[in-house]
């Protein structure tokens, strides 16, 4: 069975208006067409950087107990979430491992975890 969604847990976490972290999400596959699309939007025809944003924005389905993830809550992440997510984004679609690299939020060492056996399939 063809796995489509990925659990994640953000090194940092997403700070929301109210103060609130949010830390765990879902990631979903990309489509063409989420590659695609956010090339005619005019903040990524005036700085490329911005793709990125509008793609992630795209496939996290979830952070926390934000269901709608706009671009204004990616471009809120904190670097390290922002490059957390980008890792895991090229992970699940170019190279299809479920092998990720994370780091410990508490005593900062790095490891290898394996999505798949995280899965609730």
């Not at 830390?23 to 090339?39: F, K, N, S």
Request: net charge negative.
């Amino acid at each position: 069975m063809l796995r489509t969604e990925y659990e994640f847990t953000l090194p940092m976490g997403y700070v929301d208006e109210r103060g609130n972290l949010h830390r765990d999400g879902t990631m979903r596959l990309a489509t063409a067409y989420d590659e695609v699309q956010p090339l005619e939007d005019p903040r990524v025809i005036a700085n490329q950087a911005y793709l990125g944003i509008l793609i992630l924005s795209r496939v996290v389905t979830r952070i926390g107990t934000i269901n709608d993830v706009s671009p204004a809550i990616i471009e809120g992440l904190f670097s390290s979430d922002y490059a957390y997510l980008q890792q895991l984004y090229l992970r699940i679609n170019d190279d299809g491992t479920d092998i990720v690299e994370t780091q410990c939020p508490d005593c900062g060492s790095r490891f290898a975890l394996n999505l798949a056996e995280m899965s609730n399939d």
